[in-house]
């Protein structure tokens, strides 16, 4: 893994958040993107070689709305950045992660993603994702 890649946000409403994390940013999201299978709306702040993604559930059904109705807004994932996902899951795999997706697929902002499931990383859910 080669660095954080970013840290994603769950939050209620995206649009109020956007004004929020522009604030306290001093920076506006660079992109703003709807991921339909996801279920999720989603924006980027770039922060240094870093990023804040926030997310808001676009349905019922998302993660998004039950992990918010669970846990409140906060930290959903860490996304690392890899140079080579299936060598990274085949590794993690072979470790005894639990890969949630083993068979990677596209994320926001032009990556491929897969999650490891919070149960085996102590309860933070991990997003690996390469670079389109
Ligand atoms: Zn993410």
Do not use: W
């Not at 639990?98 to 032009?110: I, M, Q």
Request: aromatic residues 6%; charged residues 25%; negative net charge.
């Amino acid at each position: 893994m080669r660095k954080i890649e970013h840290l994603g946000i769950a939050v209620k409403d995206l649009t109020a958040s956007n004004e929020l994390f522009s604030k306290l940013l001093n920076v506006l999201p660079y992109k703003t993107e709807s991921v339909e299978s996801e279920g999720v709306n989603t924006s980027f702040f770039q922060v240094g070689e870093t990023k804040i993604e926030l997310l808001e559930a676009s349905n019922a059904d998302s993660a998004i709305a039950k992990f918010i109705e669970k846990r409140g807004e906060g930290i959903h994932h860490i996304a690392f950045d890899v140079a080579d996902i299936h060598a990274e899951v085949a590794r993690l795999k072979a470790e005894g992660f639990t890969v949630l997706n083993e068979t990677p697929k596209p994320g926001a902002d032009n990556k491929l993603v897969v999650f490891l499931h919070p149960k085996s990383t102590n309860g933070v859910l991990i997003e690996l994702c390469q670079e389109k």
